[in-house]
């Protein structure tokens, strides 16, 4: 992408320090996958390596191979499985019976990932035009419209999973999705005011 087409002081600190930023992630992904393979069992270290197997799949596919492909998946759902499956992936690796008691936080977890995706995409429309990237929020005016009452939608699903789960787990977890979900549907309506940058970090 050409310096002056790029919108965000993000992609401009690493459009300059590419070089840095090349060298610097590659040792640091060594050094990770080095402590992965000394400190995880076996079986998390091949369900991790399961999960990077994804990631690189969306990377490849949504950044380079499908870009701008009329039928991909959003990039707003991918990102959201990939936070959730990184978010539950040892926990079932750990005990895989365990599955029932965490569907419900996961999908809620899940949601609440989405909602950051397609709030943000919405607050950077302009951005994406300028970049000449697709987004959820700028191919479908329905997206935009109801993406901002996901997170309160999370929030209240997860005020019930904590009123009706007995365990204490499943109470936090609800509890988590709540408060969550609240604090994002806030930073939404603050948006126009605090303005896209402040808010994107502020949701993440």
Not at 73 to 91: S, Y
Request: net charge positive; aromatic share 10%; charged share 15%.
């Amino acid at each position: 992408m050409p310096p002056a087409q790029v919108q965000t002081q993000r992609l401009r600190f690493y459009q300059r320090q590419r070089r840095f930023i090349f060298f610097f992630g590659g040792a640091l992904l060594l050094a990770t996958i080095a402590t992965a393979w000394r400190r995880l069992t076996p079986r998390e270290f091949d369900a991790g390596l399961g999960v990077l197997a994804a990631v690189l799949a969306y990377l490849f596919s949504h950044q380079l191979l499908h870009r701008h492909a009329a039928r991909r998946v959003p990039k707003e759902v991918c990102v959201a499985v990939l936070f959730m499956a990184g978010g539950v992936l040892f926990a079932l690796v750990a005990r895989p019976a365990a599955w029932p008691l965490l569907a419900a936080p996961v999908a809620l977890f899940g949601l609440l990932c989405f909602a950051n995706c397609l709030l943000i995409s919405t607050w950077e429309i302009a951005v994406d035009v300028g970049h000449g990237s697709d987004s959820l929020a700028l191919e479908d005016d329905g997206a935009r419209a109801y993406g901002r009452w996901l997170p309160w939608i999370a929030g209240l699903l997860g005020g019930t999973l904590a009123a009706v789960r007995p365990d204490p787990a499943g109470r936090t977890a609800g509890l988590c999705v709540l408060a969550g979900g609240a604090l994002l549907g806030i930073v939404n309506l603050a948006q126009p005011r605090l303005g896209r940058r402040p808010a994107r970090v502020l949701a993440d």
